[in-house]
């Protein structure tokens, strides 16, 4: 059973603030991405790795930055956090395959407020 | 790049009616389309999928269909149950590995 976890559920930050979001999965999979949920706007891709060290900019990378230092974990940062991004974020991981089909398993998401 | 429109917004049936969520992409190469089930304050879940080189696919009440010439893919629910009151994403694969989601659709069901 794939497991995904995320470290915080909820998250209050100050304006300003740097801010470290962690995601670790335990299967094993070299595909992960973190994604921005809001309402009328779906899921919105932040930022993608395919590999340990490498990563690749989605559509709303502008603010945020990434970590892949081992294949389980992938951590995103809001280097100075603003208002703007009070969000549910969502890290997701799956396989890299050539099926192109790989269903990505979702985090239970952490609610970040920034004041 | 590749964008995907999902229709209606929000949904409302009665228990034992059908459920119908449309979504339009504009990539023509895209070739893999999925659907996730996100129910409150859970993470989201795939229920269904379906490859560009297939037009139907069926599980149990679920079902979605695709239209490659017109670049439309849908998801059909029957005997609508409580259970499945929920947010609806569908999405489409753009590229090699990344997803391009909907907007969702929140479906209630209704007793």
């Known amino acids: 059973d794939v497991k995904v976890t995320q470290s915080s559920r909820y998250l209050v930050k100050r304006t300003g603030e740097k801010v470290f979001l962690e995601c670790v999965q335990d299967m094993d999979h070299e595909n992960m991405f973190w994604y921005r949920q809001d309402p009328g706007l779906g899921l919105r891709l932040i930022y993608f790795s395919y590999d340990v060290k490498m990563k690749e900019k989605g559509d709303i990378p502008e603010g945020y930055s990434v970590s892949r230092e081992k294949k389980e974990r992938f951590s995103l940062i809001l280097e100075s956090a603003s208002t703007n991004q009070t969000s549910m974020y969502l890290c997701?991981?799956?396989?890299?395959?050539?099926?192109?089909?790989?269903?990505?398993?979702f985090g239970p998401g952490t609610r970040l407020t920034v004041l | 790049g590749e964008n995907v429109e999902q229709h209606p917004s929000t949904l409302s049936v009665q228990e034992g009616d059908s459920a119908v969520i449309k979504c339009t992409y504009s990539d023509s190469a895209s070739n893999y389309f999925p659907w996730y089930k996100q129910e409150l304050g859970k993470r989201p879940q795939l229920i269904i999928d379906?490859?560009?080189?297939?037009g139907e696919k069926k599980d149990q009440r679920i079902a979605v269909t695709l239209n490659k010439t017109a670049k439309h893919f849908s998801l059909h629910i029957t005997e609508t149950q409580p259970e499945d009151s929920a947010v609806y994403f569908c999405?489409?694969?753009?590229?090699?590995?990344?997803?391009?989601f909907g907007q969702g659709t929140r479906l209630t069901i209704n007793p």
């Open positions: 379906i490859r560009s080189n297939v």
């Open positions: 999405a489409a694969l753009r590229g090699a590995q990344k997803l391009v």
């Open positions: 997701a991981s799956s396989l890299l395959s050539w099926r192109l089909d790989n269903e990505q398993f």
